[in-house]
C-alpha cells in the first residue's frame, strides 16, 4: 500500500516536471523586456538540477529498493557525460582554437597526430548515443557481476564502489588518458547543427530534460512497482530469506544496477549538454556521496522523493553559496545529519505522517537490510 | 695537528707559532721576512702573489701555498674565499677581516693596518677553482678527520690524476681505515682516468677490481669511462666493462630496497590512518566518514603544540613533536567521545547511516578548521633530529619516514597490549561479541562505546602527528587519506590489526613497486582495481573474521 502511494507519487511528480519545464521553456524565449522573462541562468540552472535528479533516481534505485548503498554512482553519471562530450567536442570541428578539424584542440595541443581509436565514430550522434548508454553499462554490468555474484555486499560493495569511482577520476585526469585531463572537454558549440547558445535550443533542451526525467520517473515505476520490485524489496530487507525462498538476489541486483547506471549515465549527458563542460572532477567520490544524500533527504525508497531531494538541495546549494559561501558546507553537514537522525525516511516521510499514517506501517519500507540479514 | 710535511723557514717558523708564544716569534717571522733579499721572498712567500691584481698571479700563488702548506695556509685561503682577505695597495702587506679587527694574513697576529689604504684580493673563476683544490688538498691533511673524509670524496670524485702525489702523500700519513679506503679508491679512480701516468696491466686492474669493490655510481661513471678509454691495457678496458655491469646489477638491487624502504614508510602511514578505523569501523561497526577530519585535527593540534611551545619556551621548540603526541591523542580522543555520544550511539546497527552522518560531520569539522585557521596550508616545522638521512648499504634512509615507521610500529604494538590486556581492551571486546551478556555482566555498555570510538579518535590523531611531517597540513588533509585507509581496512579484512597492517604494507610496496613500472598515478590505478577485484574473490579481505559471531 505504501509502494502504490509512492508510485502515484512518481507520475505526479512526471507530470508536474514536464509541467514546469516546458513553463521554463516558454518563459525563457519570451522578450528580455518581459517581467516573467527567464533568464539563461535560470536555464542553465534548472537543467543541472534536472541532470542532478537523474542521478539522484538513479542512486535510489539501486540503494532505495535493492539496498545497495553506492558511493560511485557519479562514475556512470560522468561516463554518460564524458560519451555526450566526446560528441560535442567533435562537433566543433574546424571552429577550435586551433581550426583542425580533425582532432579537438588539447589533443592538437598535446601535438597528437591521430585520433585515439576510441574517439572513432564518436562525430556521429547515434554512435555518441551507443557509447552513453553501452560503456556505463558495460562497466555497471562487469561490477556488479563481480560483485554480486561473490556476494560483496553493504559496507564492502559501498567501499569498493568508491574506489572505482576513485580509480577513474585519477585515469581521467592523466593528459594521456585521452579525454582532455585537467580541463575535460568544453567549448561546445552545437548539438545536431542546433546552436548551444540559442534560447531556442537551450529551452528545447529543458524541455526534452523534463520529458525524459519523467520518462525514467515511470520506467523506474515500471521496473520497481511490479513484482520484480516487490522481490527487490524482499533481497533489500531479507536477502538471505528471498534465496532461500529460491530466488536469485544477484541477478536482481544486476539487472537493477545495469538500469540504474543507464539512468545515470542519461543524466550525465543532459548534463553536459546543458553545463557546457564535464571533467574529471565529476568523478570525485565526494560528488556520489552527496546524491546519496539528495536521495536521503528527499525520501530513500521514493522515486519521487530522489527528485525532489535532488532538487531541494541543490537549489539549497545554489543560494547558499550565493549569500554565504562559508556557511553551505556547515547547512550541507548539517543537512546529512539532521536527515540521518531525524528523518530517516526524508521528506517523503515526513509527508506520509501527515494523513495520519501510524509509523508501524511505515516502518517497512526503510528497514536497513543489514539489520534484518544476521 | 701541524704534524706535517713542511718546508722553508717560513713554514718551520710557523710552525713555533702554531704551537706555542705568538706574539714574540710572529716578530721574530716578520723581520725574518723583511731581511730576506726580494729574489728568495718571491719563491718562498707565496703569499706575496696574493697581493697583486693580476688573477692568473694571484691563482698560481694559490697553488703554490697548497703545495707548500704550513698553518696560515688555509685560514689565509679560507679568508680569499670569502672575500675577507685584503692586500695592502703599497708593498705586499696582507690582512685577514675579523669581524672589526684585523689580522695579518702571514704571521695570524692582531694588526692595526691603515684602512684607508686596502683592497680587497680579487677572484674569478679561476682562483676560486683553485682555492677549492688547494682547500681539499690542504684539509686532507691537516684538518679534522671529518674534513679529511670529505677532502678524500673531493679527490674520489675528482679523479684528476695531477692529484696521485697529493693523494700518496696522505695515504703515507693516515691510519684511519676509512680515510684510507677511500684514498685508495681516489688513487684507483685517477690511475684509470684519462692522463694518467703509464702503468702496468696489473696495477689497472687491481683499480678496476677496487673500484667494482666500492661500487655507487660514482664508482660506475669512472669505470664507464675507463672501458671505452684506449690508452688502458684491453685486459683492463674489458674489466671494467664487466664491473661496470656488476655495478649496475647491485644498484638495482639496492633500488629495490630503496623501493621497499619507500614502500614500508608510505605502508607505516597507512597503517595509522587504518589502525583507528580498524577500531571503530572493525570493532564497532561504524563507518566513520570523518576520520580523516580526525587526523587532520591532530595535524593542526600537532601544529599549535608548537606553536605554543615556541612562545612559553622556545628553547624546548625542537621536542614541541614529543609533547603533540599525547596532546593530538587527547584532543581526538575527547574529540571522539563527544562524536558518540552526540551522534554515533543513535545509529548503532545501522552502518551505512553512520556513513552518511559522519560524512555530514567531516564537512563540518573541515569548515570550522578552515574559519578558524584559513584554507590554506600551516607550517610544521620538522625538528633538527628527524631531518636528514643515512646511507644502509645503497639504501639512503631518510629519518622522518623512519621514525614514522617506528611510530607507526609502537603505536600498533600499543594499541594491541590495550586489546590484549586491558579491562577496557576486555570489556571492548565483550561488548562486541554479545552487548545484552556484556551488560548483564554489568560492564557499562555505553560508556564502553564512548571509550572504544575515543580510542580509535586518539589513533586518528596520532596518525595526524605522523602525516604532519611528511604531508601538507591544511583543512583537505583528511580527505587524501580516507579512501585509502577504509580500503586497507576492507582488504586487510575487518576487525582484525594484523590483516589491517598486512594490508597497509602490501598496498605501500605494492605502490612503490608498480610505480617505476607504469608511473606514480596509473600505478594508484591499478592496484585500486587490484584491491577491487581481490575483494570480489575475498569479499570479507585477507584475514576474514571466521564463527558463528559474524553476520552472513
Redesign the interface.
Known amino acids: 500500500m505504501n509502494a502504490s502511494l509512492s508510485f502515484r507519487g512518481a507520475s505526479v511528480t512526471a507530470v508536474i516536471v514536464v509541467l514546469l519545464t516546458g513553463v521554463l521553456a516558454v518563459g525563457s524565449l519570451l522578450p528580455a523586456s518581459s517581467p516573467v522573462q527567464v533568464s539563461p541562468f535560470i536555464m542553465t540552472l534548472a537543467g543541472k538540477y534536472l541532470a542532478y535528479a537523474m542521478l539522484a533516481l538513479a542512486v535510489d534505485l539501486v540503494w532505495g529498493f535493492a539496498g545497495i548503498?553506492t558511493l560511485g554512482h557519479a562514475a556512470f553519471f560522468a561516463l554518460g557525460g564524458y560519451a555526450m562530450g566526446m560528441y560535442l567536442v567533435r562537433e566543433i570541428g574546424a571552429r577550435g582554437v586551433y581550426g583542425n578539424a580533425d582532432l579537438p584542440d588539447f589533443m592538437v595541443f598535446l601535438s597528437w597526430k591521430s585520433l585515439p581509436w576510441y574517439w572513432w565514430g564518436s562525430d556521429h550522434f547515434p554512435v555518441a548515443l551507443a557509447l552513453m548508454l553501452v560503456v556505463p553499462a558495460a562497466l555497471a554490468g562487469l561490477?556488479g557481476w563481480?560483485?554480486f555474484?561473490?556476494?560483496?555486499?553493504?559496507?564492502?560493495l559501498?567501499?569498493?564502489t568508491?574506489?572505482?569511482t576513485?580509480?577513474l577520476m585519477?585515469?581521467f585526469?592523466?593528459n594521456g588518458f585521452g579525454f582532455g585531463g585537467n580541463n575535460g572537454l568544453t567549448d561546445f558549440k552545437d548539438i545536431l547543427g542546433f546552436d548551444l547558445h540559442s534560447s531556442y535550443t537551450r529551452a528545447g533542451m529543458l524541455f526534452i530534460s523534463g520529458l525524459i526525467l519523467a520518462g525514467a520517473l515511470l520506467a523506474g515505476r515500471y521496473v520497481v512497482g511490479g513484482r520484480f520490485g516487490s522481490l527487490l524489496i524482499a533481497v533489500r530487507d531479507a536477502e538471505?530469506r528471498t534465496r532461500f525462498l529460491g530466488y536469485r538476489p544477484e541477478q536482481m541486483k544486476l539487472l537493477v544496477w545495469v538500469f540504474s547506471a543507464i539512468i545515470a549515465a542519461i543524466g550525465g549527458a543532459l548534463y553536459v549538454i546543458q553545463v557546457g563542460i564535464i571533467n574529471p572532477g565529476e568523478f570525485a567520490?565526494?560528488n556520489s556521496?552527496e546524491a546519496?544524500?539528495w536521495v536521503?533527504v528527499g525520501g530513500r525508497g521514493t522515486l519521487s522523493g530522489a527528485v525532489i531531494g535532488a532538487i531541494l538541495v541543490n537549489l539549497g546549494k545554489t543560494l547558499f553559496t550565493a549569500w554565504l559561501p562559508?556557511m553551505w558546507?556547515?547547512g550541507?553537514?548539517?543537512?546529512?545529519?539532521a536527515?540521518?537522525?531525524f528523518l530517516?525516511q526524508g521528506l517523503m516521510g515526513l509527508m506520509r505522517h501527515i494523513p495520519k499514517k501510524r509509523p508501524s506501517e511505515v516502518t517497512p519500507e526503510v528497514t536497513?537490510p543489514?539489520?534484518e540479514?544476521? | 695537528m701541524a704534524d706535517v710535511a713542511m718546508s722553508g723557514p717560513a713554514a718551520l717558523s710557523g710552525r713555533k707559532l702554531w704551537n706555542g708564544a705568538r706574539g714574540i716569534f710572529a716578530a721574530v717571522l716578520l723581520s725574518l721576512l723583511f731581511i730576506q733579499p726580494d729574489s728568495a721572498r718571491a719563491d718562498e712567500d707565496a703569499f706575496a702573489g696574493l697581493a697583486t691584481t693580476q688573477f692568473n698571479t694571484i691563482a698560481s700563488s694559490v697553488d703554490q701555498i697548497a703545495q707548500q702548506g704550513g698553518p696560515r695556509a688555509l685560514p689565509v685561503l679560507r679568508a680569499l674565499a670569502d672575500k675577507k682577505l685584503f692586500a695592502a695597495s703599497e708593498g705586499d702587506a696582507l690582512f685577514i677581516r675579523k669581524g672589526d679587527s684585523w689580522e695579518d694574513a702571514r704571521s695570524g697576529v692582531p694588526a692595526t693596518p691603515d684602512e684607508t689604504t686596502l683592497r680587497p684580493v680579487r677572484v674569478n673563476n679561476r682562483v676560486r677553482l683553485a682555492v677549492a683544490a688547494a682547500e681539499a688538498e690542504l684539509e686532507l691533511v691537516s684538518g679534522t678527520p671529518a674534513e679529511r673524509q670529505a677532502s678524500a670524496t673531493v679527490f674520489y670524485q675528482r679523479h684528476d690524476p695531477a692529484m696521485l702525489p697529493a693523494i700518496d702523500k696522505a695515504l703515507s700519513k693516515t691510519d684511519d681505515a676509512t680515510l684510507k679506503d677511500t684514498l685508495l679508491n681516489a688513487r684507483a679512480a685517477a690511475l684509470l682516468s684519462p692522463g694518467a701516468p703509464a702503468s702496468d696491466a696489473q696495477a689497472q686492474q687491481q683499480a678496476v677490481a677496487k673500484l667494482r669493490a666500492a661500487g655507487g655510481l660514482d664508482a660506475r661513471g669512472i669505470l664507464a669511462q675507463a672501458s671505452t678509454e684506449e690508452t688502458l691495457d684491453p685486459a683492463t678496458r674489458k674489466a671494467a666493462e664487466e664491473a661496470v655491469s656488476s655495478i649496475d646489477f647491485e644498484l638495482r638491487l639496492w633500488g629495490f630496497g630503496q623501493d621497499a624502504f619507500y614502500g614500508m614508510s608510505l605502508g607505516s602511514v597507512l597503517l595509522l590512518a587504518a589502525m583507528g578505523l580498524a577500531i571503530t569501523?572493525g570493532v564497532m561497526g561504524v563507518?566513520n566518514?570523518a576520520h580523516g577530519e580526525l587526523m587532520m585535527i591532530g595535524a593542526y593540534t600537532t601544529w599549535l603544540t608548537q606553536k605554543a611551545v615556541l612562545s612559553v619556551a622556545p628553547a624546548l621548540g625542537s621536542f614541541s613533536l614529543v609533547l603533540a603526541i599525547p596532546a593530538a591523542f587527547l584532543v581526538c580522543g575527547a574529540l571522539g567521545i563527544v562524536i558518540e555520544r552526540g551522534?554515533i550511539r543513535?545509529?548503532y546497527?545501522?552502518?551505512?547511516?553512520?556513513?552518511?552522518?559522519t560524512?555530514?560531520?567531516?564537512?563540518?569539522l573541515?569548515?570550522v578548521i578552515r574559519?578558524l585557521f584559513g584554507p590554506t596550508n600551516v607550517a610544521v616545522t620538522t625538528p633538527p633530529w628527524l631531518s636528514g638521512s643515512f646511507h644502509l648499504g645503497g639504501i639512503e634512509v631518510t629519518i622522518d619516514r623512519l621514525a614514522i615507521m617506528i611510530f607507526a610500529v609502537v603505536v600498533m604494538a600499543g594499541l594491541t597490549l590495550v586489546l590484549r590486556r586491558t579491562p577496557l581492551g576486555l570489556q571492548m571486546r565483550a561488548v562486541t561479541q554479545n552487548r545484552r551478556m556484556a551488560a548483564l555482566m554489568g560492564i557499562r555498555t555505553a560508556r564502553v562505546d564512548a571509550l572504544t570510538f575515543g580510542l580509535g579518535s586518539g589513533i586518528a590523531g596520532l596518525a595526524g602527528v605522523a602525516v604532519s611531517q611528511i604531508d601538507n597540513v591544511s583543512p583537505n588533509l583528511g580527505?587524501s587519506y580516507i579512501?585509502d585507509s577504509?580500503?586497507v581496512v576492507?582488504f586487510g579484512g575487518v576487525g582484525n590489526l594484523w590483516g589491517t597492517l598486512a594490508a597497509a604494507a602490501t598496498l605501500g610496496i605494492g605502490g612503490k613497486a608498480l610505480e617505476p613500472l607504469v608511473g606514480a598515478?596509473?600505478g594508484?590505478?591499478l592496484l585500486?582495481?587490484l584491491?577491487?577485484?581481490y575483494?570480489?574473490?575475498h569479499?570479507?579481505g585477507m584475514f576474514p573474521l571466521r564463527g558463528r559471531g559474524v553476520?552472513?
Open positions: 548503498l561490477f563481480l560483485a555474484r561473490s556476494r560483496v555486499s553493504g559496507v564492502y559501498s567501499i569498493i568508491q574506489a572505482l576513485y580509480a585519477l585515469a585526469f592523466q538471505s567520490p565526494a556521496i546519496v544524500i536521503a562559508e558546507l556547515y550541507l553537514g548539517a543537512l546529512f545529519m536527515t540521518t537522525l530517516p536497513s543489514e539489520g540479514e544476521a | 569501523f563507518i566518514m551522534l543513535f545509529l546497527g545501522r552502518p551505512l547511516e553512520t556513513l552518511l552522518a560524512w555530514g560531520l567531516s564537512l563540518i573541515q569548515q574559519s580527505q579512501i577504509f580500503l576492507v598515478v596509473s594508484k590505478i585500486l582495481v584491491v577491487i577485484l575483494i570480489q574473490r569479499p570479507r553476520e552472513s
